[in-house]
């Protein structure tokens, strides 16, 4: 009797023997899981550290480019036809630039268009005289007598 129950515990300590062999073996499974995540933060953190440097950078050179002076500076109002003009002569949205966005204007025949989708303001052109109303002023005119 003694001698099985001596089969017993050797059979009990032989199982916990490999029971806790296999838990050493899960623990350094998990830690040799775990030291590539720590890493991966570490990484993580320093690009996150160099894409908000990045971005610092781009929000000032931005609010250089885009302050009231840097527009003043670099383009002039244009009164007659209420845009902003290069000194090479390329007229840009006034609304525009105010928001940050150089859109340069598409020259129609009776104005500028602004192409950009969430604007598409439209600047007349002051000196444009519609063919179809001088036609018609010249016929008038005409009738009168006075040419």
């Known amino acids: 009797m003694i001698e099985s129950v001596i089969v017993l515990l050797c059979a009990i300590v032989a199982a916990l023997v490999v029971f806790v062999l296999k838990l050493l073996g899960d623990n350094r499974a998990l830690n040799a899981q775990l030291t590539p995540v720590t ?8 690009a996150n550290e160099i894409l908000e440097k990045k971005f610092e950078r781009v ?5 250089d480019k885009f302050s009231i002076k840097a ?13 902003m003009v290069t000194p090479e002569q390329h007229y840009f949205c ?3 630039l105010l928001e940050g966005v150089e859109s340069q204007l598409t ?3 009776n104005g500028w268009r602004c192409e950009r ?11 444009y005289r519609d063919p ?10 005409r009738d009168r007598g006075g040419i």
């Open 71 to 83: 527009i003043r500076d670099r383009y002039k109002f244009d009164e007659k036809r209420g845009v």
């Open 59 to 63: 929000q000032k050179e931005y609010d």
């Open 94 to 96: 006034t609304s525009c």
């Open 107 to 109: 020259t129609l025949a």
């Open 39 to 46: 890493f991966d933060r570490d990484k993580l953190k320093e």
């Open 117 to 127: 989708k969430a604007c598409e303001k439209f600047y007349k052109n002051p000196d």
């Open 132 to 141: 179809t109303a001088a036609r018609e002023e010249y016929i008038a005119t």
